[in-house]
């Protein structure tokens, strides 16, 4: 019964530091650019994108293709980071 209460424990501790080590990765911002900075998007540490900001060179209706692309390199940059 010893080990038993011990593994408890350490269970325990194990789940309050995997609790921890997600709210650090929610808390942490990784920026990712693509197109010599022209867009520009920021990420946490969990992937979720919080922010993007386009150059409005880019909002040319004829443009937009790029700019798709250019956002989706940005967020390849900022996962790879």
């Not at 019964?1 to 424990?9: I, P, S, V, Y």
């Not at 997600?22 to 920026?31: F, G, H, N, R, S």
């Not at 197109?35 to 409005?56: C, E, F, R």
Request: proline residues 2%.
């Amino acid at each position: 019964m010893k080990n038993l209460a011990g593994l408890m424990k350490q269970a325990t501790q194990m789940q309050a530091r995997m609790e921890e080590m997600q709210a650090k990765l929610e808390d942490m911002v990784i920026e990712g650019s693509a197109g010599a900075g022209m867009v520009m998007l920021t990420m946490n540490g969990k992937g979720d994108m919080k922010s993007i900001t386009i150059d409005p060179k880019l909002a040319d209706p004829g443009e937009m293709e790029m700019l798709q692309d250019l956002i989706l390199a940005a967020s390849a940059d900022a996962r790879k980071k």
